[in-house]
T-cell receptor
């Protein structure tokens, strides 16, 4: 069982849809992360939040919009995605941003039609 | 930011020890060495991490070279449930940068 919960587990959407991915943790962690993972590839960092403020954006297209409404929640808002955005989206959290292990959720598998 | 270097795949037998090597020749003095593994259809799972000294936990041991340019993850007695992709990562400030990892196969 993972302590980082991601919903939904699967999402199919059209290129004109707007949807959101949700991530929740109750471990008191103050750093949260979004990763993208394509099939048979390693995860790639997208965004880092530290104390609810965006600290790293790895040049992610603006059709992905992260939001951290509080220290336990992390959202990823999706709009006008492309078929190549189909991937597993992973959320992670850690106590802080320097050195500490990250705890991952099991991801949302996103398919863009 | 150079990633680590790992063999693409390794194979071992059940109930035998497994030594997974990793080279990180560009590691800086403040980078931690982290190991994660990813089972099919799951997110990565933290295994172990260290800075300079060897480390042990209930899952594995981490042996770090004296010059810190390489490390070895040791699974003392492999089970079929240890079959996964193992990632060795230099953990600097804020980021985990995953390399390609080692796909470990365990034979019954």
């Amino acid at each position: 069982d993972t302590e980082v919960t991601q919903t939904p587990k699967h999402l199919v959407m059209g290129m004109t849809n707007k949807k959101s991915l949700k991530c929740e943790q109750h471990m008191g962690h103050r750093a949260m992360y979004w990763y993208k993972q394509k099939a048979k590839k390693p995860p790639e960092l997208m965004f880092v939040y530290s104390y609810e403020k965006l600290s790293i954006n790895e040049s992610v297209p603006s059709r992905f919009s992260p939001e951290c409404p509080n220290s336990s929640l992390l959202n990823l808002h999706l709009h006008a995605l492309q078929p190549e955005d189909s991937a597993l989206y992973l959320c992670a959290s850690s106590h802080g941003v320097s050195g500490q292990p990250q705890h991952f959720g099991d991801g949302t598998r996103l398919s863009i039609l | 930011d150079a990633k680590t270097t790992q063999p693409n795949s390794m194979e071992s037998n059940e109930e035998e020890p497994v030594h997974l090597p990793c080279n990180h020749s560009t590691i800086s003095g403040t980078d931690y060495i982290h190991w994660y593994r990813q089972l099919p259809s799951q997110g990565p799972e933290y295994v172990i991490h260290g800075l300079t000294s060897n480390v042990n936990n209930r899952m594995a041991s981490l042996a770090i070279a004296e010059d810190r340019k390489s490390s070895t993850l040791i699974l003392h007695r492999a089970t079929l449930r240890d079959a996964a992709v193992y990632y060795c990562i230099k953990r600097g400030a804020q980021k985990l940068v995953f390399g390609q990892g080692t796909r470990l196969t365990i034979n019954p």
